[in-house]
Structures are given as structure tokens and as C-alpha cells.
Nanobody, 131 residues
Framework: QVQLVESGGGSVQAGGSLRVSCTASGLRFDDYTWGWFRQAPGNEREQISCISWNRVTTYYADSVVGRFTISRDNAKNTLYLQMNDLKPEDTAQYYC????????????????????????WGQGTQVTVSS
């Protein structure tokens, strides 16, 4: 049984930092592309970052580039998202997700698989940023 468990969310003031983690079990962590998504009330789910199976390539949405860093520790079956310089608009429920699909290359660089291609999801962790 696949299980993804996020942790590390919380409340922080604008400009602060948080690191959220996602620990996986029940699957071969190394075989998957991993991603972070978020959803705020009333908003659509947003794909904010993902990382290839071999950790070589990463993708960031424009809304988080330069502030967030995705990483993975295959030995620990854990995915991380380091979030710096947090803003109130970063307030959302954050989800990790996995897919066996690989990303794709375009003229603008490497892109994650579409959100619909992610097959396994965590339960989410709340991040709240106050101004």
C-alpha cells in the first residue's frame, strides 16, 4: 500500500522560511518523478515544483522560482521543499505527489508531467504566511 506523509507545515511571518517533507512507503521511491502542489481555498491546484527520478532536473513555477528549492533523498524515501522568503500568497495546503511519468523538454527547459499524470498523493500539510 502506497503511503505519502507530509510534515513540516505551519505558520510563519512573511519573509520567513519553512521546510516541508514527504516520506513515502509502499513504492520504489527511486523510480518516480516527484512533485509539490498547493491549493488555496477558492483556487485551482497549482503545480509549483518537481524533480526527476535521478535528481538531475528540477522545475519551478514562476510564482516560487528563486525562493523555493526541491530536493529528494532517495536513501530516506523523502522529498523536501525548502521555502524561503515566504509571502502571504504562499498560504495554501501543500501536497506531494508521485508519478512514473518522466518530464519533458521544451524550448523553455524541463517541465514536469501534468498534474493529472501524478498517481499517488499525500494528504497535505498547511502552510500559513501572515503579513
Amino acid at each position: 500500500q502506497v503511503q505519502l506523509v507530509e510534515s513540516g507545515g505551519g505558520s510563519v511571518q512573511a519573509g520567513g522560511s519553512l521546510r516541508v517533507s514527504c516520506t513515502a512507503s509502499g513504492l520504489r521511491f527511486d523510480d518516480y518523478t516527484w512533485g509539490w502542489f498547493r491549493q488555496a481555498p477558492g483556487n485551482e491546484r497549482e503545480q509549483i515544483s518537481c524533480i526527476s527520478w535521478n535528481r538531475v532536473t528540477t522545475y519551478y513555477a514562476d510564482s516560487v522560482v528563486g525562493r523555493f528549492t526541491i530536493s529528494r533523498d532517495n536513501a530516506k524515501n523523502t522529498l523536501y521543499l525548502q521555502m524561503n522568503d515566504l509571502k502571504p500568497e504562499d498560504t495554501a495546503q501543500y501536497y506531494c505527489a508521485a508519478t512514473q511519468r518522466e518530464g519533458s523538454w521544451s524550448s523553455s527547459g524541463w517541465r514536469c508531467p501534468e498534474g493529472s499524470k501524478f498517481t499517488d498523493w499525500g494528504q497535505g500539510t498547511q502552510v500559513t504566511v501572515s503579513s
